[in-house]
């Protein structure tokens, strides 16, 4: 990659094949060890503790159930005594409770209660709500379920999945016999948490295949519902859960199992190559996007899945709202793109309630989180918003704008991140305004990193008084200044005073900055404790950086090289060069890139110069991109890989694996600014801007045009988004037209393809106006591929475009972009209803 990017730099051709995607291998391990058949004492008529054993209900691999009352509060319960290979394993015991105690403290309607772990002797058990009802496999005996109370059950079961999957507990093995409909028809997930800890061997005489689920490459679940993840012995995470969900769907709308087979290895077989029949019919009686759904939900590979659990559950609701003989429409669009958190969340407990209180009032609904880069604004944001979310029933939507410039950047980011299409005729302001009006349910929007958007502020108040259900949180290090507006100030964590620099370990543990502290520190080193030796140094840090979390980060993963004494010595000398430093600034931000200074200070010359260069990327890169980009002379005096590995262990940079296997590599915007200080102070961020230009212009070109056959490369695309926006803003305001209009050409596709094209219009605009923009044949490409792009808001410039574009060709005597011009305005005169003209230009 490195070489052809040298080589656009050098020569400022296009290079060619630079991507390779070697096939992805998998296999999955089966076990077929025996396990010896569990032996069950009959305990009808007997006492458990407190419970009186009526009859036995059934049995299976893990454990029997029997009817049981329990004589100290009058009610019936089920009692499930655990099998051997768990009762006698402690760490697997120790797993199971911890698991079960989780499911239990869910308290969801439609996930069955755990009231009780108990033991007696030798043999452990689960004390359970008492269903009187039927399991699905027995109601869908004698057929499918009429459609009403298929989604009536489905909407329930896939709301209980939401709530425990946004807890991070997966089923693993959703089937038939572990949903039940009670009586009373709420529908009820049984054994939610144990299927997660089986680990047992592979059984083939047994219809549930188990195993461990820290070992990938075993076999878990129940065949026929089991995800191809799951055949395949590969990773398996929430979005498993929606497959098996979908294959139960499957059955009791269409009455026969969604992956059929006379054997195991047929059954293995369908679910890794068949696709199930998901289509509307008349005698099925369900609307069209029911089988969206269920399509989705069966879909091969988990990244066509749902991103969230709660997306599924809300569609479905949609569709159970639907009367089944009104025309079919589309399901809104996806109702939540909250990223997933990856750490624990620490401290704030006063600050979540005052945010709770306040967003809570009937009169507010703007609220900006005010603070300095890194004091945690975005994470107590999400966090709030994970806590109140179903109090959102249009759902909630993350736009992130540290890459957004300018007021209709701004309302595009927004439409982008709700899903919204653009309207013909409609700007895409103009879109958002109309959905704003038309919301029916509360909508929470939260716009981060706003504070270089200052000045479209007043877009953000105007939607607010369209529709009273809108409510925006707002991240920013300055205020927006509009009606209506409320501040939250986020503060820093709590830290010990310096008269509680001697209180005990205990003591110290609860202030949240050292608790902090404490976890960052174990993630790099895994046996690091506080003790009585290093509790004054560890509490005089945390106070030293002002309870910045994102200073105290940093600071936590020097542990693994430096005690918290020496930690302690130079920070402190750190710190005391701030006292030099700009005084304009907010003191908290004087002390974060203080912090950020230190942790650069301690980089050897060529991993600098490495993190210096890593700023020109915006969202994040692979390890490819950073070859190419920051090493394309050779210059760097380290081998790359090498040098990311230091970036990551230092927290320099975050390392973010995605669910297609990928690792892209991310710098946190605060310091990517600090970054971007030092590689203009170096003199090296125009040759450097310059290479990651040159990169996205190869990577477009190569893979550009064949997105629509290769969704991998579109993921990529999406993935890259901000990036391509950066090389094409640096293209133009240095004046580059050659490569720019060949970065906007190639970008075409995948601004159409994602319906970005207000985006799409805009960037070619500015290409066209640039005064090198006279190269004839990329003119007319960019006029055409211009014009295309406009025509959702307006066939009449889309048609000026078209003959400024059909002009050049002829001048070229281009016969095919003649061809193509002159069939692109024979469309839009067809589009315009003017029938003659369309024929004559055809």
Same mark, same amino acid.
């Given at each position: 990659?490195?070489?052809?990017?040298?080589?656009?730099?050098?020569?400022?051709?296009?290079?060619?094949?630079?991507? @390779?995607?070697?096939?992805?291998?998998?296999?999955?391990?089966?076990?077929?060890?025996?396990?010896?058949?569990?032996?069950?004492?009959?305990?009808?008529?007997? =006492?458990?503790?407190?419970?009186?054993?009526?009859?036995?209900?059934?049995?299976?691999?893990?454990?029997?159930?029997?009817?049981?009352?329990?004589?100290?509060?009058?009610?019936?319960?089920?009692?499930?005594?655990?099998?051997?290979?768990?009762?006698?394993?402690?760490?697997?015991?120790?797993?199971?409770?911890?698991?079960?105690?989780?499911?239990?403290?869910?308290?969801?309607?439609?996930?069955?209660?755990?009231?009780?772990?108990?033991?007696?002797?030798?043999?452990?058990?689960?004390?359970?709500?008492?269903? +009187?009802?039927?399991?699905?496999?027995?109601?869908?005996?004698?057929?499918?379920?009429?459609?009403?109370?298929?989604?009536?059950?489905?909407?329930?079961?896939?709301?209980?999945?939401?709530?425990?999957?946004?807890?991070?507990?997966?089923?693993?093995?959703?089937?038939?016999?572990?949903?039940?409909?009670?009586?009373?028809?709420?529908?009820?997930?049984?054994?939610?948490?144990?299927?997660?800890?089986?680990?047992?061997?592979?059984?083939?005489?047994?219809?549930?295949?188990?195993?461990?689920?820290?070992?990938?490459?075993?076999?878990?679940?129940?065949?026929?519902?089991?995800?191809?993840?799951?055949?395949?012995?590969?990773?398996?995470?929430?979005?498993?859960?929606?497959?098996?969900?979908?294959?139960?769907?499957?059955?009791?709308?269409?009455?026969?199992?969604?992956?059929?087979?006379?054997?195991?290895?047929?059954?293995?077989?369908?679910?890794?190559?068949?696709?199930?029949?998901?289509?509307?019919?008349?005698?099925?009686?369900?609307?069209?996007?029911?089988?969206?759904?269920?399509?989705?939900?069966?879909?091969?590979?988990?990244?066509?899945?749902?991103?969230?659990?709660?997306?599924?559950?809300?569609?479905?609701?949609?569709?159970?709202?639907?009367?089944?003989?009104?025309?079919?429409?589309?399901?809104?669009?996806?109702?939540?793109?909250?990223?997933?958190?990856?750490?624990?969340?620490?401290?704030?407990?006063?600050?979540?309630?005052?945010?709770?209180?306040?967003?809570? +009032?009937?009169?507010?609904?703007?609220?900006?989180?005010?603070?300095?880069?890194?004091?945690?604004?975005?994470?107590?944001?999400?966090?709030?918003? #994970?806590?109140?979310?179903?109090?959102?029933?249009?759902?909630?939507?993350?736009?992130?704008? #540290?890459?957004?410039?300018?007021?209709?950047?701004?309302?595009?980011?927004?439409?982008?991140?709700?899903?919204? =299409?653009?309207?013909?005729?409609?700007?895409?302001?103009?879109?958002?305004?109309?959905?704003?009006?038309?919301?029916?349910?509360?909508?929470?929007?939260?716009?981060?990193?706003?504070?270089?958007?200052?000045?479209?502020?007043?877009?953000?108040?105007?939607?607010?008084?369209?529709?009273?259900?809108?409510?925006?949180?707002?991240?920013?290090?300055?205020?927006?200044?509009?009606?209506?507006?409320?501040?939250?100030?986020?503060?820093?964590?709590?830290?010990?005073?310096?008269?509680?620099?001697?209180?005990?370990?205990?003591?110290?543990?609860?202030?949240?900055?050292?608790?902090?502290?404490?976890?960052?520190?174990?993630?790099?080193?895994?046996?690091?404790?506080?003790?009585?030796?290093?509790?004054?140094?560890?509490?005089?840090?945390?106070?030293?950086?002002?309870?910045?979390?994102?200073?105290? @980060?940093?600071?936590?993963?020097?542990?693994?090289?430096?005690?918290?004494?020496?930690?302690?010595?130079?920070?402190?000398?750190?710190?005391?060069?701030?006292?030099?430093?700009?005084?304009?600034?907010?003191?908290?931000?004087?002390?974060?890139?203080?912090?950020?200074?230190?942790?650069?200070?301690?980089?050897?010359?060529?991993?600098?110069?490495?993190?210096?260069?890593?700023?020109?990327?915006?969202?994040?890169?692979?390890?490819?991109?950073?070859?190419?980009?920051?090493?394309?002379?050779?210059?760097?005096?380290?081998?790359?890989?090498?040098?990311?590995?230091?970036?990551?262990?230092?927290?320099?940079?975050?390392?973010?694996?995605?669910?297609?296997?990928?690792?892209?590599?991310?710098?946190?915007?605060?310091?990517?600014?600090?970054?971007?200080?030092?590689?203009?102070?170096?003199?090296?961020?125009?040759?450097?801007?310059?290479?990651?230009?040159?990169?996205?212009?190869?990577?477009?070109?190569?893979?550009?045009?064949?997105?629509?056959?290769?969704?991998?490369?579109?993921?990529?695309?999406?993935?890259?988004?901000?990036?391509?926006?950066?090389?094409?803003?640096?293209?133009?305001?240095?004046?580059?037209?050659?490569?720019?209009?060949?970065?906007? +050409?190639?970008?075409?596709?995948?601004?159409?393809?994602?319906?970005?094209?207000?985006?799409?219009?805009?960037?070619? @605009?500015?290409?066209?106006?640039?005064?090198?923009?006279?190269?004839?044949?990329?003119?007319?490409?960019?006029?055409?591929?211009?014009?295309?792009?406009?025509?959702?808001?307006?066939?009449?410039?889309?048609?000026?475009?078209?003959?400024?574009?059909?002009?050049?060709?002829?001048?070229? @005597?281009?016969?095919?972009?003649?061809?193509?011009?002159?069939?692109?305005?024979?469309?839009?005169?067809?589009?315009?209803?003017?029938?003659?003209?369309? +024929?004559?230009?055809?």
């Amino acid at each position: 990659m490195r070489r052809e990017v040298e080589a656009l730099l050098v020569h400022e051709k296009k290079a060619e094949q630079f991507i @390779e995607s070697p096939a992805l291998e998998v296999a999955g391990k089966i076990l077929a060890n025996q396990t010896p058949r569990e032996s069950w004492k009959n305990l009808i008529g007997s =006492r458990v503790s407190h419970y009186r054993v009526i009859e036995k209900l059934g049995g299976g691999g893990m454990g029997v159930v029997y009817k049981a009352e329990d004589t100290d509060l009058g009610r019936f319960v089920a009692l499930k005594f655990l099998p051997d290979h768990i009762a006698h394993d402690s760490q697997a015991l120790s797993r199971f409770q911890r698991e079960a105690r989780a499911a239990s403290a869910l308290n969801h309607p439609n996930i069955v209660t755990i009231y009780e772990l108990g033991h007696l002797g030798g043999t452990h058990y689960i004390a359970m709500e008492m269903i +009187c009802g039927e399991t699905l496999r027995t109601l869908t005996s004698s057929g499918p379920l009429p459609f009403r109370k298929a989604i009536a059950v489905a909407t329930q079961i896939a709301d209980a999945l939401a709530k425990a999957h946004a807890t991070g507990l997966v089923h693993r093995d959703l089937k038939p016999e572990n949903l039940m409909v009670a009586e009373d028809g709420t529908a009820k997930i049984l054994d939610f948490g144990l299927a997660k800890l089986r680990e047992r061997p592979l059984d083939w005489d047994s219809p549930t295949i188990v195993g461990s689920i820290t070992d990938p490459g075993t076999v878990m679940g129940t065949l026929g519902y089991m995800s191809p993840e799951q055949a395949n012995g590969g990773h398996v995470d929430f979005r498993s859960d929606q497959f098996s969900f979908g294959a139960v769907l499957y059955e009791i709308v269409h009455g026969q199992a969604a992956f059929p087979g006379s054997g195991r290895a047929e059954i293995m077989a369908a679910i890794l190559r068949d696709h199930p029949q998901c289509s509307p019919s008349a005698k099925l009686q369900a609307p069209a996007p029911f089988f969206w759904i269920l399509e989705r939900c069966l879909a091969k590979d988990p990244k066509e899945r749902y991103a969230s659990t709660r997306d599924l559950a809300r569609d479905l609701a949609t569709v159970r709202e639907l009367r089944i003989d009104e025309p079919t429409r589309r399901i809104a669009a996806r109702q939540s793109n909250m990223p997933v958190q990856r750490t624990a969340f620490i401290g704030r407990k006063r600050e979540l309630e005052n945010l709770r209180e306040l967003l809570n +009032c009937e009169d507010v609904r703007l609220v900006t989180l005010t603070g300095p880069g890194g004091i945690g604004k975005t994470r107590l944001a999400m966090q709030i918003i #994970s806590e109140i979310e179903d109090g959102f029933g249009g759902g909630v939507c993350f736009v992130p704008l #540290s890459a957004v410039a300018g007021n209709e950047a701004l309302t595009s980011a927004i439409t982008q991140a709700i899903g919204l =299409r653009e309207v013909p005729g409609e700007s895409s302001r103009e879109t958002l305004r109309e959905y704003v009006r038309g919301l029916t349910e509360p909508l929470l929007l939260l716009l981060d990193n706003f504070e270089h958007l200052i000045s479209a502020s007043g877009e953000i108040a105007d939607l607010l008084t369209l529709n009273a259900n809108l409510t925006v949180i707002v991240t920013s290090q300055a205020l927006l200044h509009v009606y209506g507006e409320h501040e939250f100030p986020v503060p820093p964590l709590g830290v010990p005073a310096m008269r509680s620099a001697s209180s005990s370990v205990e003591i110290l543990s609860h202030f949240p900055a050292v608790a902090l502290f404490l976890e960052r520190a174990k993630a790099v080193k895994h046996d690091f404790t506080i003790t009585k030796e290093n509790a004054a140094a560890t509490s005089a840090i945390c106070t030293r950086l002002d309870g910045l979390p994102l200073a105290i @980060e940093l600071a936590a993963s020097r542990i693994k090289l430096l005690s918290p004494a020496i930690l302690q010595v130079r920070l402190e000398s750190s710190l005391n060069l701030l006292t030099g430093g700009a005084r304009d600034l907010p003191l908290r931000q004087q002390t974060l890139r203080g912090t950020v200074n230190w942790s650069y200070s301690l980089l050897n010359t060529a991993e600098q110069s490495l993190f210096r260069r890593l700023s020109v990327f915006i969202g994040g890169c692979t390890l490819e991109a950073v070859e190419a980009v920051c090493d394309t002379k050779s210059d760097l005096g380290l081998d790359v890989l090498d040098g990311m590995a230091s970036m990551v262990d230092k927290s320099l940079i975050q390392q973010i694996e995605h669910p297609g296997g990928e690792t892209r590599f991310v710098m946190l915007s605060t310091i990517r600014e600090y970054a971007l200080e030092r590689l203009t102070e170096s003199g090296e961020e125009s040759a450097t801007r310059r290479s990651h230009a040159a990169y996205y212009v190869v990577l477009a070109e190569e893979c550009g045009e064949n997105l629509s056959t290769h969704p991998e490369w579109a993921e990529r695309f999406d993935l890259e988004h901000e990036n391509f926006r950066g090389a094409l803003e640096f293209l133009i305001r240095s004046g580059d037209a050659d490569w720019g209009m060949r970065l906007g +050409c190639a970008l075409f596709h995948f601004w159409e393809m994602r319906e970005h094209f207000a985006e799409g219009r805009t960037f070619m @605009e500015r290409l066209l106006q640039l005064p090198g923009a006279v190269q004839p044949r990329m003119r007319a490409r960019l006029l055409l591929y211009a014009g295309v792009l406009a025509a959702p808001q307006g066939l009449s410039d889309s048609a000026r475009k078209f003959e400024a574009s059909l002009q050049t060709c002829r001048e070229l @005597e281009d016969h095919r972009g003649v061809a193509v011009a002159l069939n692109a305005l024979g469309v839009n005169a067809r589009d315009r209803g003017d029938l003659e003209s369309a +024929c004559s230009l055809f």
